[in-house]
């Protein structure tokens, strides 16, 4: 096979940013962040399992599937397939001069093809249209997913010029839900002898477990033809110019020109490895003419929640320094604290003024504060959301809240960490013993409670429409509605409206409005936000540099031993979550790190926990392994509860000084 075919992942790349193909195609010299770990990723993202059952739904068709054979052998056993006048391959290799692709699945049926991608995501096909606006063009969030199919009709009907050809999206069915318990268990993750992920079917695989298609084909032609015939791509290409000029850039091993935008704040090539070539800095010294101490300060990719970075940008726009009051516009919001806008300018003001202190809104804060009912509870929820749930008759991406933590200040400083859940079990679905539990833990007094963000409200109230919904009988039904209803904010797009009488203060609301640390260069992500924090508070720094965490006569612990926190290595705070065992012994990958690789699922229950509990449900572990890696999500866990509780005690130290 050439080395330099295009390939459909090739041309996704592009689209994300041309200039990244170069960088890519030189992996030696240029580090990337992104994950290449076949394995993490078919955990995180679900979509090896569903790639198979989909295949599974054509196994009445007699198909071939081509997936064990290298591209050569793939590309000729395909051609040979194609002889003849009905035929179902998946993995099928098709090759147009220098354009290659395995499509999914590829159904020929004389003169027509039928063409098959096959995507983890959900849609609903009562959505009309459902990847369309309503004034026309492509929904932002399935564009990629669009330009991927129109990429293999492109190469397919170049192949056959005098074929008809359809296209198609098999999506996850958000109107659907699943036929039988345990269908998820009976598609294990696994590694072949070359370290290869694959997905084992179980033999027990059955016509019922079939019987309700959890996928959907979505006929994308008219989206496909939109792409051809009206969207226009770099300097006014046309789709099919575009594919014929990127695909020549790559084979001739040529670089685009960097064009940067806010597309650049996640760009994989920026990666921390000193060894090799940055790409990141590469594009801006190129085209933005960074020096070196330029990378050392906030640029305008920093500025929190800026949405005008890509029009300052191409504009020339690339440092705080260069922005004025009138590109940023401060002013209130009519809530307490700073609004989005006066937080940015704070952020922009501290990077002009080089000026490196945290800043407190005292007052403000103090306002809160005096409201705050004791003992505080602090609590964090590890969740997942099994692409192919766990019981019969729940939806795809089945809400699963696995684990909880619970720590409790007192008023007289005194800190517990009183309670912990965590469920590891096999195709068990925790959730209504995890309310169950958390009530109790929760409702032995009226303090106030806080979460880190919308996580915790979002998931209660997942589990409060699956309890309503339930028709199992469940004994405190009514308690378990109250309760949830009691600490939540009603979703956004409920009928019915709450907000409860002890409904949970979000901590990263306080965040935002109130403190601000140029160490966390604008983000108020608590990974960010901690050992800022940490790094910045005597309080703190007298308080944990000793081992008093799970100490006899120290803080309560259910899960450590006289624990130092605060550790200090070249002069500088050990990012507390580097101290944490790793949830992954057997790969060479740290919890962060993995955290960090799949930002983007966060709602799907992305990150190390999540992940950890999707090996513990799709992969073959020993009870040994089962049990190291429940201690250390237990850690992982109890470490969240306890950074909240840090920074509101450093918080409340910093409120007394004058
Ligand atoms: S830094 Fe920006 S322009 Fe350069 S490759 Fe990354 S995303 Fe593209």
Not at 184 to 210: H, M, P, W
Not at 590 to 608: H, Q, R
């Amino acid at each position: 096979m050439k080395e330099r075919y295009f390939t459909k992942s090739k041309f996704s790349l592009s689209m994300e940013c041309p200039t990244k193909l170069y960088y890519a195609s030189k992996p030696n010299e240029y580090a990337s962040t992104k994950s290449d770990d076949q394995f993490l990723k078919a955990l995180a993202e679900g979509g090896f399992q569903i790639g198979q059952l989909a295949k599974c739904y054509y196994r009445d068709s007699n198909p071939i599937d081509l997936s064990d054979l290298s591209n050569d052998d793939a590309a000729y056993k395909t051609s040979e397939l194609l002889l003849r006048d009905e035929v179902v391959i998946f993995e099928a290799v098709i090759i147009h001069n220098n354009l290659f692709l395995r499509a999914d699945i590829l159904v020929k049926k004389n003169n027509h093809f039928r063409i098959i991608e096959v995507k983890s995501s959900s849609a609903n096909p009562n959505d009309q249209p459902v990847f369309m606006k309503k004034r026309g063009g492509i929904l932002s969030d399935w564009l990629p997913y669009i330009h991927d199919i129109a990429f293999q009709k492109l190469v397919l009907q170049n192949a056959f010029e005098n074929s008809t050809i359809s296209a198609y999206l098999m999506l996850l069915d958000k109107t659907s839900t699943c036929p039988t318990d345990g269908l998820n268990q009976k598609f294990k993750i696994s590694l072949d002898t070359n370290g290869r992920t694959k997905i084992i079917v179980s033999k027990s695989l059955s016509d019922e477990d079939l019987s309700r298609k959890l996928l959907r084909e979505f006929n994308v032609d008219d989206e496909i033809n939109y792409v051809y015939n009206v969207e226009k791509y770099k300097d006014g290409m046309s789709f099919d110019q575009y594919v014929s000029y990127i695909a020549n850039m790559h084979v001739n091993s040529e670089k685009v020109y960097p064009i940067p935008g806010k597309v650049c704040a996640k760009c994989e090539f920026n990666s921390p490895d000193s060894n090799t070539l940055n790409g990141f800095r590469e594009c801006w010294a190129e085209a933005c003419n960074f020096k070196n101490s330029d990378f050392e300060k906030q640029s305008i990719l920093d500025v929190w929640y800026y949405t005008k970075k890509d029009e300052l940008i191409h504009n020339g726009i690339y440092r705080p320094i260069q922005l004025n009051e009138n590109d940023i516009n401060p002013k209130p919001d009519n809530k307490a604290g700073w609004s989005r806008s006066e937080r940015q300018w704070l952020q922009v003001q501290k990077a002009q003024n080089n000026d490196q202190t945290d800043c407190l809104d005292k007052d403000g804060l103090s306002f809160k504060v005096d409201k705050w009912v004791y003992p505080l509870h602090f609590i964090d929820f590890e969740t997942a959301m099994p692409a192919i749930p766990l019981n019969k008759d729940a939806p795809p991406y089945q809400p699963i809240a696995f684990q909880f933590s619970h720590h409790v200040l007192h008023q007289n400083g005194k800190i517990e960490h009183v309670d912990q859940f965590i469920n590891n079990e096999i195709g068990v679905n925790p959730n209504i013993n995890f309310v169950r539990t958390l009530m109790l833990s929760l409702n032995r007094d009226s303090g106030t409670i806080f979460r880190y963000h919308n996580h915790e409200n979002t998931y209660l109230n997942f589990i409060y429409r699956e309890i309503f919904n339930s028709k199992d009988h469940i004994e405190d039904k009514e308690a378990l509605l109250d309760f949830i209803k009691s600490i939540t904010q009603s979703p956004s797009d409920s009928i019915e409206k709450w907000t409860g009488d002890r409904c949970m203060v979000d901590l990263c609301y306080l965040v935002q409005r109130y403190y601000y640390d140029p160490a966390t260069k604008g983000s108020t992500s608590i990974k960010k936000v901690f050992p800022a924090i940490l790094q910045r508070s005597t309080f703190l720094r007298d308080k944990y540099t000793k081992p008093i965490y799970g100490a006899t006569d120290g803080i309560s612990s259910l899960n450590f031993k006289n624990m130092q926190w605060l550790q200090n290595k070249n002069g500088k705070i050990i990012d507390p979550y580097q101290l944490l065992p790793p949830l992954f012994t057997d790969i060479d990958i740290t919890n962060k790190d993995i955290d960090l690789l799949f930002p983007d699922i966060e709602i799907k229950g992305g990150g190390a926990a999540s992940i950890a509990y999707l090996r513990m449900q799709f992969s073959s572990m020993t009870p040994i392994e089962r049990e190291a890696l429940t201690n250390a999500l237990l850690k992982y866990c109890e470490l969240d509860t306890l950074a909240m509780v840090m920074i509101v005690e450093a918080w409340l130290d910093m409120l007394k000084q004058t």
